[in-house]
């Protein structure tokens, strides 16, 4: 596994893909600096947990950051037709989407991680409660977009126009306004667990149940990680 | 390296095979046998003979029929690929590793022991050592396909599958490229390789499966086929300066089954012999006084060798 782990490194560790990652994480980091240079040491006000930890953070930066990390994962080894290098190897499916799933997650992960922590940190002045949910929640948004844009880079080739819909209609557009899409919205799980983790986040929102929550993104993260094990078998390979 | 595989036994067993694509045939219906030894897949572009080798290695799922390897089926079945060496038609390479890491890498996939010096041989088997430590992305194409080669045989597997292996090659590899073949054959591996230029087949393979239309066409001895070759009238078409009187030489000859004047001046004639007919035009030329401007075969490409087989 440890091969294909290093070899998908190496596959996402283009410059530029690393520089636009850097400054689209950094956007939440700068606004958070600026918020807290207008606003003083008060509590973020629910406007500005709505755009910028809602709409911007969870919305906005980490599935575009996951959704063009992950689906570039296989994707690209199959436009390069270089997939069957792996395919053609001894090895089970799963040992090579797991790898590469871990290859997305550290590439991505890394960079929106620090974002969220280091956001949550500025604007919430270092209450740690606040920034514990925030991390958490952004983290749980992170491994779950990853899973489902990397099962999308082997389902299509054109998974990227596939994500920016799933992005901007169903998170973005259905699940804010049609109250049981919230059940299969990553962001939402997000939201509900920052939430959950500390009260005084999205405090007039309706949310999930923790339990809720936790299955509901459980089994999406095994679900997805299923679907592509799956396809990867069932696929021709290029 | 002597393989223990039993020569009588088929390596490869292919079954009523067909793949469509929607409702366009790819491949239909093709049976054989491969056993150990250099097996050509011949065929024009866009025959199938890729989609076959995808099937083979298990690549590409069948749309009816079965392929076994070792009388095990191929597709889902990856211990296999222990055995089993592929190196694809296509030239993408890792752009940003080096040759050795990229068969190192392959190596380790495939769970090779003693991995540096499977490497190492692996390597000097294509004569890249020199280059070995440059990233392969400034490699020619011939260089990326020796070091495809190379991580295909790192593992030193009892079947090689390879998909127009000598693309890019110049022609000294080439040469190097055939005899590594023939060695690794030799020691009792099965190999199999797809061409679509006849030539380059007939100097290394033993057995040829002709592929024509998704259809096995032919099958078997290359020097039977190639036999079958020479037997084809061929139409050559002679621009002159006074065709009736040239052709009416022309057809007096034995190696010409028949002449024809096109409208347009041009004579069509029909042979089995061209040598013959190579020698004697210049001879009638001179004899009538006819000038001769242009003399051009008319079927000579693969596809009309392919097809003059079929019909046969």
């Known amino acids: 596994m440890s091969s294909v782990y290093r070899l998908t490194l190496r596959q996402l560790s283009g410059r530029w893909r690393l520089l636009i990652t850097l400054l689209l994480a950094a956007l939440p980091v700068v606004m958070g600096v600026m918020w807290r240079l207008i606003e003083g040491d008060s509590f973020p006000d629910l406007e500005y947990q709505e755009v910028a930890l809602n709409a911007m953070l969870a919305g906005a930066i980490i599935p575009l950051i996951t959704l063009a990390i992950a689906t570039a994962a296989f994707s690209n080894e199959v436009e390069d037709r270089t997939l069957a290098n792996l395919t053609l190897s001894p090895i089970p499916r799963w040992q090579i989407v797991v790898p590469k799933l871990l290859g997305s997650l550290t590439i991505g992960g890394i960079f929106l991680t620090v974002s969220a922590l280091a956001t949550s940190y500025i604007v919430f002045s270092g209450d740690m409660t606040a920034t514990i949910a925030i991390t958490a929640g952004a983290v749980v948004a992170i491994v779950l977009y990853t899973t489902v844009f990397l099962w999308a880079g082997l389902l299509t080739t054109r998974s990227i126009a596939f994500g920016l819909l799933y992005v901007f209609l169903w998170e973005g557009l259905f699940s804010q306004n049609v109250t049981v899409v919230r059940f299969l919205s990553i962001r939402h799980y997000a939201i509900t667990l920052m939430h959950r983790m500390d009260d005084r986040l999205f405090a007039d929102g309706e949310h999930l149940s923790t339990g809720v929550v936790i299955g509901a993104a459980a089994s999406v993260f095994v679900i997805f990680l299923l679907l592509a094990i799956r396809r990867l078998r069932t696929m021709d390979v290029p | ?312």
């Open chain 2, 1 to 312: 390296m002597n393989l223990s595989t039993n020569s009588t036994e088929p390596v490869i067993r292919v079954e009523n095979v067909s793949r469509w694509f929607g409702s366009v045939v790819s491949v239909s219906d093709v049976s054989f046998d491969i056993k150990p030894g250099i097996t050509g897949l011949l065929g024009p572009n866009g025959a199938g003979k890729t989609t076959l080798l995808r099937m083979i290695t298990g690549l590409a799922e069948v749309s009816d029929g079965s392929i076994t390897m070792f009388g095990e089926p191929v597709r889902n079945n990856s211990h296999l690929y222990r055995r089993i060496g592929v190196m694809s038609e296509h030239e993408t390479v890792y752009e940003f590793m080096k040759g050795r890491e990229f068969v190192k890498m392959m190596g380790r996939l495939k769970d090779v022991s003693n991995l540096d010096s499977a490497v190492d041989r692996a390597i000097s088997l294509v004569d890249l050592a020199d280059a070995a430590h440059r990233p392969m992305g400034t490699y020619s194409r011939g260089m990326r396909q020796r070091m495809r080669l190379a991580a295909t045989l790192v593992h030193d597997p009892e079947i090689l599958i390879l998909d127009e292996p000598l693309n890019g090659a110049d022609p000294r590899q080439r040469v190097h490229f055939q005899n590594l073949l023939k060695q690794l054959a030799s020691e009792g591996r099965t190999i199999v390789l797809s061409s679509h230029i006849l030539e380059e087949v007939e100097q290394i393979a033993e057995t040829v499966l002709l592929i024509v239309n998704g259809k096995l066409a032919a099958s078997g001895d290359f020097h039977a086929i190639r036999a079958a070759l020479d037997e084809r009238p061929y139409h050559i078409r002679v621009i002159s300066d006074s065709p009736r009187e040239l052709a009416s030489e022309i057809v007096k000859l034995e190696s010409v089954d028949a002449v024809n004047v096109d409208p347009d001046g041009a004579i069509v004639v029909l042979s089995r012999n061209v040598r013959d007919l190579q020698i004697e035009l210049p001879r009638l030329a001179q004899k009538k006084s006819v000038r001769v401007r242009r003399v051009e075969p008319l079927d000579d490409s693969l596809e009309s060798v392919f097809g003059y087989l079929v019909e046969r």
